[in-house]
């Protein structure tokens, strides 16, 4: 078992007290004991109780993450201190880390380098293969170093995860991490992929910080968000104590009775605040007449007893911004040994500063009281004290944040660009793009402010921008990429150098949608980059400019480009730079309609990445493969290439970043298939992976899954988590057809034909290309929708111009299908939907259409589609006086297909269809009696048919009037009789029994 985890900076001590006859105060003695300098734990015993559970359930190995939020000084730090204690005392491994504030110069990762520090060649991790975590904290393993490169934050985040594991092998692993509202970026990411992996794994990650730090746009308050709405998170809000909690706490720190005057003095001043509770007490301690008005007098007041020399290496500490480390104050403060440590112990018994003694460090002992001091320093005083710390650092093997934070305080551009660069290669280099690009902003903005800034920065200006924008491009900052590097290119001379940086300038515009600006610049690469002599850059802009082509729907100008990047690569031996073209080859393929030779080309370049051992080309052949089956409406062998996709990915490492798209079109693929179950199972764990790693096409699919379900507010919850992917060229159809059906199934079609209409406007290519039949099927649903409600408001314009519409968009279906039917057999489905969907604007549905579209998505095997059309059917059946037998097969074949999927919406539009025209929707009567073999009892058969339906227990209890412990166990005896494991396979054996409920 470990001891409690601290990093280099800060370790936790135990102070014990004894009142000596000389002061009236506390004189702090160090004790070696890890534990906090704290009286007794006073209250919270509700929060206490939440986090024991939590731990419990971590001991099983159903992990979870933990945010308790709360004011400054209401105690969370006390809080997770006895929580660690207890998970020590229960045989629990104990990791904590602090994040700390510089002034928004983030160190990226502190608090994961405190918790990992005391693990520095323990036994715990011998063996452990860690070269991304060693480079952040040396010597913790026997592992070298990684050296770095584009995937290193994502190694670097899998191996955090696998550490929990290791450690967690027999018994929980508590992560604390205190202070999240001073988090750095890449902190926050990092605490967002550990919760959403801390599920079914020994790990509770507790994480502290300032509930009114969550400013509106603030990056804490969008992670607390995400975190509780996708569940991957609970919130413990921390209030104050009540009257009696304080003047209990008041007695443990005074070691004795407080007058009950004092203490209700004191908890109207603290309004149970316990740090301000305890700071008001101790300035009654020492005898001050005057109570403070508010905290920052308080805390001042506490300084008031020290003599001159305590109060300057206060001021030095607080402006440190961190643990002080003992040589630096001695460094900046200037004094005479004896009279340094004189003042240290002044201020330690005075309980304004903490020793570590095994980080020979001190802190204040709270950051208010480092803000409070803080700010006395006047404005002279403040530069002066910054460049004596920086000075003093740049003979410690200080991190260069420090050094820019403090150069930049002190006034000192020259020394504070230099620095800043350094910090911004550094943050880059453990994988933190988002402080990168903090410190090479701060760079920029020094740079006009430096007579020679080349000289002091040890760059070319060129070089820092293209620097900052290939941070801005994986910290997700948007526009700022491109807007960077244009700046960097016209620095450029170097015809291949330009080539190579509107290369990435194209790479940058694509995410954000600027696709014709992306194929420019690819464009423009090529031009720049010479045909003479053959050379792999030259392949790689050949093969980005394809990549573009293919996706603005130029599959034919991509074929030509991606041949002469085969070329080229032929032309120097080296099939490696030729395999993202040959991908990209097998996808244009596709597009021309020569499916067959596209796969075989993906095929082998798969062959060719598997015998060069290169892996992120072999994971590009299962997502192009996967994408290429899915385009063509090969749903089956898009699923089975897309899961054998996922396991490599797991198996490679890359199941966060390659396997999460792969995981995406496996998902697809099985909902279309009506493998609910399963998809849901694909799409929990690629959420659950994917964390802060651009799962905007999982939302997508997840948000179709809830919307066949019929949970709307899920839907849009997922609809606008997935929102980016409209801009991206291969998603913005199928985000458009969804946000339609979701304003279809809400009876809202003037929505629906809006914003259908919007991207029926858009150029068609690539996705709304393919999907145009969809888009046009889907559209002229919402204007028969528009044209019945004008009908009902007698509104005849409407009606007309309803069916005016609906007739273009027939005509212009008819036309995008002929022109996709090669590339992709759904087109002949949807063909098949618009038509019918045409009749019914016109008012007379046609049963034959609607069975012959039911019978083309049979072919294509997607049972929603085609229980939707079914549906249809049975309803124009009945418009056109069909016998109720006729009308009742497709309705019955329909609900039962709708009643296995848990398609609720359907089923409902089949139910109320069946009660209107008096449709029976059971199966064979006689097969009932089958029910009976089974030993199911008369009230066990009921709970069947309503679980057959999707019914929750709790939906089943209220339409029978019982309990929902007694819908428990009927539901638990039917599993058993049954011989299943789950409510879906009881549901498709009461289909098969012909036990579909009954009106």
């Known amino acids: 078992m470990l001891a409690l985890g601290w990093g280099p900076h800060n370790r936790e001590v135990r102070l014990t007290s004894r009142r000596p006859t000389s002061y009236p105060g506390r004189i702090l003695e160090l004790d070696m004991e890890p534990g ?22 971590a001991a099983r190995a159903h992990g979870c993450t933990v945010l308790v939020e709360g004011e400054a000084g209401i105690g969370k730090t006390r809080l997770v201190s006895e929580l660690s204690g207890r998970a020590q005392r229960a045989g629990a491994t104990v990791l904590r880390g602090r994040c700390i504030d510089l002034v928004g110069s983030g160190m990226s990762y502190l608090p994961l380098v405190e918790a990992l520090w005391p693990l520095r060649g323990s036994p715990a991790v011998m063996g452990c293969s860690l070269p991304e975590l060693s480079r952040l904290v040396p010597e913790l393993t026997e592992t070298t170093a990684a050296v770095g490169g584009p995937d290193s934050r994502l190694r670097l985040f899998e ?27 890449s902190t926050l990411d990092l605490v967002s992929f550990l919760a959403h992996a801390a599920r079914e794994r020994r790990l509770l990650l507790v994480a502290t910080y300032r ?20 569940r991957a998170a609970t919130t413990l809000e921390l209030e104050p104590l009540g009257r009696d909690e304080v ?123 480092a803000e409070a001091v803080y700010a006395t320093l006047l404005p002279g005083e403040r530069e002066e004290l910054h460049e004596r710390l920086a000075r003093a650092l740049r003979a410690e093997p200080a991190t260069a944040a420090e050094l820019a934070h403090h150069w930049s305080a002190a006034g000192k551009p020259v020394e504070a660009l230099h ?83 509107y290369e990435r300038l194209g790479t940058y515009l694509l995410p954000i949608g600027d696709r014709d600006g992306a194929r420019a610049a690819f464009e423009r690469a090529v ?118 996709g996922v396991a490599k990915s797991r198996r490679y490492g890359y199941e966060r970043s390659s396997g999460i798209v792969i995981a995406s079109n496996a998902a697809e693929a099985l909902l279309g298939l009506g493998d609910w179950a399963r998809a849901e199972e694909v799409l929990d764990a690629a959420l659950h992976l994917a964390s802060s790693f651009r799962p905007e096409g999982v939302h997508l699919i997840r948000a179709e899954l809830e919307l066949r379900r019929g949970e709307y507010a899920v839907t849009l919850q997922h609809l606008e988590a997935g929102a980016p992917a409209a801009l991206e060229p291969q998603l913005t159809a199928a985000y458009s057809c969804l946000v339609a059906e979701l304003a279809l199934w809400e009876r809202r079609p003037e929505d629906a034909a809006s914003v259908l209409d919007a ?47 609906a007739k273009y968009l027939l005509e212009r279906a008819r036309h995008s299908a002929a022109d ?77 297909v709708a009643s296995r999927l848990g398609a609720r919406p359907l089923m409902n539009e089949l139910e109320l269809l069946a009660r209107r025209a008096h449709l029976d929707l059971a199966d064979q009567p006689a097969l009932r009696d089958q029910d009976d073999a089974l030993g199911l009892t008369a009230r066990e058969r009921e709970v069947l048919r309503l679980l057959a339906r999707g019914y929750t227990n709790r939906e089943i209890a209220a339409e029978l009037t019982i309990s929902i412990k007694t819908t428990s166990v009927h539901v638990s005896h039917i599993l058993r009789k049954l011989g299943v494991s789950s409510r879906l396979e009881a549901a498709r054996i009461a289909h098969q029994l012909a036990a579909s409920p009954e009106d």
């Open 247 to 369: 003047a209990q706490l008041l007695a443990e720190t005074a070691e004795a009775p407080v007058p009950a005057e004092l203490a209700n003095e004191i908890y109207e001043r603290s309004q149970g605040n316990p740090f301000f509770a305890e700071e008001l007490l101790a300035a009654a301690v020492r005898g001050e007449q005057t109570l403070p008005r508010g905290l920052r007098d308080v805390l001042l007041q506490r300084l008031d007893g020290l003599d001159g020399e305590s109060r300057a290496l206060l001021r030095i500490a607080a402006a440190a911004g961190r643990d002080v480390p003992y040589r630096l104050l001695a460094a900046v403060a200037g004094l005479p040994e004896e009279r340094l440590v004189e003042a240290l112990r002044e201020t330690v018994e005075y309980d304004v500063l903490v020793p570590d003694q095994m980080a020979g460090s001190f802190r204040f002992r709270h950051s208010l009281l």
């Open 820 to 896: 996709v039917a090669a590339v992709t057999l759904d087109a002949a489905g949807w063909l098949a939907i618009a038509e019918a969907e045409h009749t019914r604007v016109e008012g007379c549905s046609q049963p034959a259409l609607w069975e012959a579209a039911s019978k083309a998505w049979d072919q294509l095997e997607r049972p929603y589609p085609a229980a939707y059309c079914r549906w249809r059917h049975a309803e124009a059946l009945v418009a056109a006086g069909a016998s109720r037998a006729e009308a009742a097969v497709p309705a019955r074949e329909a609900h039962l």
């Open 759 to 805: 991207a029926l406007r858009l150029d068609a290519t690539g996705d709304v290309k393919i999907r145009e039949p969809r888009l046009c099927a889907l559209a002229i649903q919402a204007e028969t929708d528009r044209a019945q409600l004008a009908a009902i408001r007698r509104d005849t314009a409407g009606v007309d111009d309803a069916r005016r519409r």
């Open 419 to 501: 620095a800043s660069i350094e910090a911004g290669l550094n943050a880059q280099a453990v994988s933190g793009p988002a402080e990168a690009l903090r410190h090479f902003d701060r760079a920029l903005e020094l740079w006009e402010q430096v007579e020679d800034p080349e000289s002091a920065a040890g760059h070319e200006l060129g070089a820092v921008l293209a620097r900052a924008a290939e941070v801005a491009y994986f910290a997700g900052a948007g526009q700022r990429a491109p807007e960077l590097l244009r700046q960097a290119i016209s620095l450029a001379d170097d015809d291949a150098e330009l080539g190579l940086m």
């Open 527 to 644: 031009e720049l980059v010479p045909e003479q002599p053959p050379s792999a850059e030259r392949a790689r802009v050949l093969s980005a400019l394809a990549n573009a082509l293919s996706l603005s729907w130029r599959p034919l100008d991509s074929r030509t480009v991606c041949e002469q990047a085969l070329m080229v690569a032929a032309a120097i031996g080296d099939d490696l730079p030729a395999l993202r073209a040959l991908a990209i080859l097998g996808l244009d393929l596709q597009l021309l309609g020569r499916g067959a030779e596209g796969v075989e080309c993906l095929l082998d370049a798969r062959r060719r990445a598997v015998k060069r051992g290169a892996v992120v080309e072999e994971l590009r052949t299962y997502v192009v493969l996967s994408d290429v089956h899915l385009i063509g409406g090969r749903l089956r062998e898009a699923a089975q290439d897309a899961l054998e």
């Open 211 to 230: 509930s009114d730090e969550l400013t509106p746009d603030s990056s804490l308050r969008r992670l607390v968000g995400e975190l509780l709405r996708a």
């Open 36 to 57: 906090p300098a704290w009286p007794r734990f006073v209250g919270r015993a509700d929060a206490l109780q939440r986090l024991d559970a939590t731990l419990a359930a």
């Open 159 to 185: 191996e955090t995860l696998a550490l929990m594991e290791h450690l967690g092998a027999e018994a929980p692993v508590v992560l604390v991490v205190e202070d999240l509202h001073w988090a750095d970026r």
